[in-house]
Each structure stands twice: as structure tokens, then as C-alpha cells.
């Protein structure tokens, strides 16, 4: 089943992908896969954002032109989910602390970009964003530099990927967002309350909810939706169920 909604400037149409529904927001396709796995689709190419979720999940995506991965961790990085996708073509975009983690295989197809570096290639622009835990500490499960969150730039649109971070000035303060897709899980990033502050500070035109189970279930999307959408309308909040089957 289809349905065209007219948001801003964008086509908005849902359908039914592989286990999941996938979004085409004028040229730019989104699909949700897994906790903070996801594919882009612009033009001929695909973008695979943080591939770690069962094989099953990947089966149906194409070959992808980019890979991103934000961290280290298990549910942003793992090999063997990285293994069943097909890289012959692909650059992988990934901080030194990932690319330390990779074997040797994928060495020269690897990209590094530390916290505020790009790459542009295929007419895609990814521009490396900060990513970490407030208050910054040693001990912190993430640490300022060591991950990335992304923006990448699909012909007029940028779309931000949070990667695992809180509400860091660096989020707070980006402009001309148009997709992104923002974590909120405890203990590991943010409370539902300080990620809407937080869009409500950068106002992308459009927000998900992603990444967003933690160490004690799933985080309340729908009251992250109310807390946005009270204060800007103008804001649209997609929610959509990135834990299929849970």
C-alpha cells in the first residue's frame, strides 16, 4: 500500500521493503533495518550506515557504493555482518579506531576521517561529525574523537547520522538538516527529553527516532514525538519499528 503526503518540499511515500518499510523522501529512499543499521538509496548508489544486525537484514540490500560506520562497538561494528554485504565496489568510511579493528582485506578500500574531515566521491559528500558522552570523561562510554556521526549530502539534502552520542553542542548547533536520525538509549547516549531539545535546537524538517533500546527496553519514541511536535509542527517525526519481530 502507498501513500503521498506533501511535507515541506518533500514526496513523502511509505512501502512495504524486505521485513521493513521504506521511505522515499523525493529522490532519497531510507530504509530502517536494525537498532542503527540502515540504507540510503540516492540515485544509483546505496549507502549502508553501521551494518552489525543478522545476516537476514541484509540479504535484500544492493551492493553498496559507501559503508559508515560511526564506533567500535558491537552494535555499530561487526565483521561478520560486514562480510555479507557485497564490497567489491564499496568505500568503507570509518573513524581510526574502526579502521585499527578491520582486517587487513579492507585496508584499501577504507577511508578515514577523524571529527571534522570529509570525503566527497560519486557526487556524495560525508563530512565526519563529532559524537560522545556529556560530561566528557576518560571512563565515558563514548569518548569525544574516537566515533563519528555523519552528514551526508545527497544532491540539495543533508541527512545527519547521530551515531551514539548526547545533546554535544556540535549536534545542537548544525544547520540546513533535512533528514536525521537521532539515538536515545540509557545508559549508553541520551534521555527522550534531551534528544528533543536537542532537535528542537538544530530543527532538521525531518527527524527519526533511532537507536533506541537500551539497557532496560526501548525508549518512549512516542513521547519523543509529543515533546518535538509540541513546541515545532513544523518538525516531522517518522516513527518506525526498527526492532521487527521484538
Known amino acids: 500500500m502507498k501513500r503521498t503526503i506533501l511535507l515541506f518540499t518533500f514526496a513523502f511515500i511509505t512501502y512495504t521493503g524486505f521485513g521493513q518499510s521504506v521511505d522515499k523522501i523525493n529522490d532519497i529512499s531510507i530504509q530502517p533495518i536494525d537498532h542503527a543499521t540502515l540504507a540510503l538509496g540516492w540515485q544509483d548508489k546505496t549507502i549502508v550506515i553501521d551494518p552489525s544486525t543478522d545476516p537476514k537484514n541484509l540479504q535484500n540490500i544492493a551492493a553498496p557504493a559507501f559503508v559508515l560506520i560511526t564506533d567500535i562497538h558491537g552494535d555499530h561494528f561487526n565483521v561478520s555482518s560486514l562480510e555479507n554485504l557485497d564490497l567489491g565496489k564499496a568505500t568503507l568510511i570509518v573513524p ?128 519523543f514525538q509529543e515533546l518535538v511536535n509540541t513546541k515545532d509542527k513544523n518538525i516531522q517525526v517518522i516513527l518506525r519499528d526498527w526492532y521487527p519481530g521484538e
Open 96 to 223: 581510526q579506531a574502526v579502521a585499527d579493528q578491520l582486517p587487513q582485506k579492507y585496508r584499501k578500500q577504507m577511508r578515514i576521517l577523524k571529527n571534522g574531515e570529509n570525503f566527497t566521491s560519486s557526487g556524495i559528500a560525508i563530512e565526519a561529525i563529532p559524537m560522545y558522552n556529556l560530561p566528557e570523561k576518560a571512563d565515558a562510554f563514548h569518548t569525544k574523537g574516537r566515533g563519528n556521526g555523519y552528514v551526508i549530502t545527497l544532491g540539495n539534502k543533508r541527512i545527519y547520522i547521530s551515531g551514539d552520542t548526547e545533546d554535544i553542542p556540535e549536534m545542537r548547533t548544525l544547520s540546513n538538516i533535512d533528514i536525521a536520525f537521532v539515538c536515545m538509549n540509557l545508559p549508553y547516549t541520551m534521555t527522550v527529553q534531551q534528544a528533543a531539545d536537542a532537535v528542537l535546537a538544530f530543527k532538521p524538517k525531518v527527524v527519526y527516532p533511532y537507536h533506541y533500546r537500551g539497557q532496560n527496553g526501548k525508549s518512549d519514541i512516542k513521547r
